[in-house]
Nanobody
Framework: QVQLVESGGGLVQAGESLRLSCVVS????????MGWYHQAPGKQRILVAR???????SYADSVKGRLTISRDNAKNSVYLQMNNLIPEDTGVYYC?????????????????WGQGTQVSVSA
C-alpha cells in the first residue's frame, strides 16, 4: 500500500509565503515524476508544477517566478515553495507521484494522489 501525505497549508496574507511538503510511504521501489496540482473553489484541478526523477522542473505559466518545486529522493518527498502568494492561489493543493512497485512478482507503475492540503490567501 502506498500513501502520499501533504502538509504545510494554512491561512496567510497576500505577499506571504508557504512551503508545502508531500511524503510518500509504503511498499514500492521507485518514484518517477511527481507533481503539484491546485484546485480552486468551484474549479477543476490543474497542474501547477512537475518534477522529474532527476529534478528537472516545469511550471504552469501562471505560477512561474513565484512557485518552486523540488524533491528529496532520499526522503521520498516533494516540496512546493510558494512565494508572494495572491488570493487566486487559494484552494486545495494535491501532490501526485508515479510509483513503481512489485505486486506478487508483477511490475506495476501507478499514479497515486495525496488527500490535499488547504491554502487560503487573504487580500
Amino acid at each position: 500500500q502506498v500513501q502520499l501525505v501533504e502538509s504545510g497549508g494554512g491561512l496567510v496574507q497576500a505577499g506571504e509565503s508557504l512551503r508545502l511538503s508531500c511524503v510518500v510511504s509504503g511498499n514500492f521501489f521507485s518514484i518517477n515524476g511527481m507533481g503539484w496540482y491546485h484546485q480552486a473553489p468551484g474549479k477543476q484541478r490543474i497542474l501547477v508544477a512537475r518534477i522529474t526523477r532527476d529534478s528537472k522542473p516545469s511550471y504552469a505559466d501562471s505560477v512561474k517566478g513565484r512557485l518552486t518545486i523540488s524533491r528529496d529522493n532520499a526522503k521520498n518527498s516533494v516540496y512546493l515553495q510558494m512565494n508572494n502568494l495572491i488570493p487566486e492561489d487559494t484552494g486545495v493543493y494535491y501532490c501526485n507521484a508515479q510509483i513503481q512497485s512489485y505486486v506478487a512478482t508483477t511490475y506495476r507503475s501507478d499514479l497515486y494522489w495525496g488527500q490535499g492540503t488547504q491554502v487560503s490567501v487573504s487580500a
